[in-house]
């Protein structure tokens, strides 16, 4: 039992995973020493709010070795280039308009903003990212938002127009700070808004692997109109995004007398339709998260029986929770190809399975592949047409196990 980091009300527990690594935490030496964590999520009855339990420390995850390079795809880099046009839409009849991005990671949007000659500040704390950022020709401040980084950034810059961010707000466990900051940071009209995996998203499809160190909480529409009304802020527009496996961008504003958009009530409905605002609507959750890894298990075991070659695609981040929970290693798969140049030639935490280059895959005849970067199956698939011609699979999990 643990309490809500939010409003502190005793929450219900909804998966225990048992001790994972670090999901990042790609080893450079098989006999590297791997620091594990308990993990488990639970859910606050009071103010909806789905978090980990345990977490782990934010320099241990978020530091100048830290993996995840947002430009890695095609498809990202667009979604984020429609952000940066939505900002700047949004602040084009503003005298001298100020933006603030948290986690901006390599500039991948704030660049877009940068090119306009727009006043703006990327909050990075990743150095190894926001050099990154610097190179993009992106303002960066190597911090962890809270209300005492918005006092600073105030007194430097002044108020703000929009602050947002981009699969970060889930990554900080001190999210009223953040919250509170935003109050501090924004101008009366300013607007707040975030993106992360959605939770309806993830409860529908199953997509447990959603879950992991980084990802403190787990967003909805009901846990957000609660967070923003203890500070003083309204959720004023919730839109769905098809990226990350299903994500949602909540729009929030101060005070509490703005217009709220039919998507609000419409979202918040359907959450309640699962029943996301009680704890009878994650208990099918586990039984089906459990149905899926033995699935995949038995359906990996069996195409190594009929003596055939698996490989992954994607070693990504969530894929540690996949694989440690449904004890995938190299066994059953030999290697995982990513086109991110540090995670080449490492392995994966706590599974140990090698990562190659890309050209490795493409030099390889192995026809099956399990498509851990689930999320991108629309680009990869594009990307992938001869090998799926000449009769290669993917094999993909959610909501359930499919070779195709
Ligand atoms: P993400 O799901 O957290 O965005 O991570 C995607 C990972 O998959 C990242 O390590 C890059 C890798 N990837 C490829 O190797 N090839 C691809 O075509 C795509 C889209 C991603």
């Known amino acids: 039992m643990s309490q809500c980091r939010i409003c502190n009300q005793t929450t219900h527990q909804v998966i225990h995973f048992g001790k994972m690594p670090i999901a990042n935490g790609f080893l450079r030496e098989l006999d590297e020493k791997e620091f594990l964590f308990d993990m488990s999520v639970a859910f606050c009855p009071q103010c909806f709010m789905v978090q980990l339990e345990e977490t782990v420390k934010p320099e241990?995850?978020?530091?100048?070795?830290?993996?995840?390079?947002?430009?890695?795809?095609?498809?990202?880099?667009?979604?984020?280039?429609?952000?940066?046009?939505?900002?700047?839409?949004?602040?084009?009849?503003?005298?001298?308009?100020?933006?603030?991005?948290?986690?901006?990671?390599?500039?991948i949007m704030l660049k877009h903003i940068a090119a306009k000659g727009i006043h703006h500040l990327?909050?990075?704390?990743?150095?190894?990212?926001?050099?990154?950022?610097?190179?993009?020709?992106?303002?960066?401040?190597?911090?962890?938002?809270?209300?005492?980084?918005?006092?600073?950034?105030v007194q430097e810059h002044g108020q703000a127009d929009v602050l947002c961010g981009s699969n970060v707000f889930c990554h900080i466990e001190d999210i009223n700070s953040v919250f509170e900051g935003a109050s501090i940071l924004l101008k009366d009209d300013g607007v707040l808004f975030f993106e992360d995996p959605y939770l309806l998203d993830i409860v529908q499809k199953s997509s447990f692997d959603q879950i992991y160190d980084e990802h403190v909480y787990y967003y909805s529409g009901l846990s957000v109109q609660a967070l923003a009304q203890r500070h003083g802020l309204q959720l004023v527009d919730m839109v769905h995004q098809d990226v990350h496996g299903g994500s949602m961008r909540y729009y929030i504003q101060k005070g509490s007398d703005k217009n709220i958009s039919q998507n609000v009530n419409d979202g918040i409905a359907a959450e309640k339709e699962w029943q996301l605002h009680q704890t009878e609507g994650y208990?099918?959750?586990?039984?089906?998260?459990?149905?899926?890894?033995?699935?995949?298990?038995?359906?990996?075991?069996?195409?190594?029986?009929?003596?055939?070659?698996?490989?992954?695609?994607?070693?990504?981040?969530?894929?540690?929770?996949?694989?440690?929970?449904?004890?995938?290693g190299p066994d059953l798969i030999e290697y995982i190809c990513d086109t991110t140049p540090n995670k080449i030639n490492k392995y994966t935490p706590g599974t140990h399975i090698p990562i190659k280059s890309y050209d490795a895959f493409l030099a390889d005849d192995a026809r099956n592949t399990l498509l851990l970067a689930w999320n991108h199956k629309k680009e990869i698939f594009a990307k992938e047409k001869s090998y799926r011609e000449k009769g290669g699979k993917f094999i993909t999990y959610f909501p359930e196990v499919v070779v195709e």
Do not use: W
């Open 122 to 153: 990327g909050i990075e704390p990743s150095s190894n990212v926001a050099a990154m950022a610097r190179k993009n020709k992106v303002e960066v401040t190597e911090k962890f938002f809270n209300a005492a980084t918005a006092q600073e950034i």
């Open 283 to 328: 208990e099918a959750f586990k039984t089906k998260v459990d149905q899926i890894c033995k699935d995949l298990k038995q359906t990996l075991k069996d195409i190594k029986q009929q003596k055939n070659r698996i490989v992954a695609y994607g070693a990504t981040s969530k894929s540690t929770t996949l694989l440690n929970y449904a004890q995938i």
């Open 60 to 107: 241990m995850m978020f530091n100048d070795n830290y993996q995840f390079v947002s430009s890695t795809s095609n498809a990202m880099a667009i979604h984020f280039e429609g952000i940066a046009q939505e900002i700047a839409g949004k602040v084009a009849d503003k005298q001298d308009p100020f933006i603030v991005e948290l986690g901006c990671n390599d500039g």
